[in-house]
T-cell receptor, first 113, second 111 residues
């Protein structure tokens, strides 16, 4: 079956530090991949996505590249801000099952000033 | 543009009481609709999804049920709440292609 594995948090960084949150997946075929962000007390917001191998999704300074050879979709940001503190979820959508999303367990990011 | 609403935003209910959470979507037709639960500090658990009026699929057997009385309305219910039903309930919609769009959530506390 499909699965998504994320690094466990919390990840604690100082402001302006470099961020990497690892995400690897298991799926048949060519799934679409997503990063969602959840700010405290809110629902999930789509942060970025990639629909085919070697695609790079980017938004708000965050980037992730769809690596089929390593089945990974790691989230990166060059310089984090306190306002980036949130929980980040990696997810996949199989290409032949409508859009039933499989989520990773989430990674909490805490950025200190 | 499309928007998704959930209410109430917060709810405190005693054990054994009934539950009704509502989700409505605006600006789209025939969306796929989803109910998720997020326990404290945990990931997302898909509870129900619906591809059309009256069509409900359950992912996890439990004392919750879902209904879709109208195209853009999705309701989560329970006849008798358990302590373990506490959590953050999220509704989501999609067009059936790739990403899902989430509502603001309902925080349920069962005492």
């Amino acid at each position: 079956g499909n699965s998504v594995t994320q690094m466990e948090g919390p990840v604690t960084l100082s402001e302006e530090a470099f961020l990497t949150i690892n995400c690897t997946y298991t799926a048949t075929g060519y799934p679409s991949l997503f990063w969602y962000v959840q700010y405290p007390g809110e629902g999930l917001q789509l942060l970025l996505k990639a629909t085919k191998a070697d695609d790079k999704g980017s938004n708000k300074g965050f980037e992730a590249t769809y690596r089929k050879e390593t089945t990974s979709f790691h989230l990166e940001k060059g310089s984090v801000q306190v306002s980036d503190s949130a929980v980040y979820f990696c997810a996949l959508s199989p290409n032949n099952a409508g859009n039933m999303l499989t989520f990773g367990g989430g990674t909490r990011l805490m950025v200190k000033p | 543009s499309q928007t998704i609403h959930q209410w109430p935003a917060t709810l405190v209910q005693p054990v054994g009481s009934p539950l009704s959470l509502e989700c409505t979507v605006e600006g789209t037709s025939n969306p796929n609709l989803y109910w998720y639960r997020q326990a404290a500090g945990r990931g997302l658990q898909l509870l129900f999804y619906s591809v059309g009026i009256g069509q409900i699929s359950s992912e996890v057997p439990q004392n919750l049920s879902a209904s879709r009385p109208q195209d853009r309305q999705f309701i989560l219910s329970s006849k008798k709440l358990l302590l373990s039903d506490s959590g953050f309930y999220l509704c989501a919609w999609s067009t059936g292609m790739d990403e899902q769009f989430f509502g603001p959530g309902t925080r349920l506390t069962v005492l």
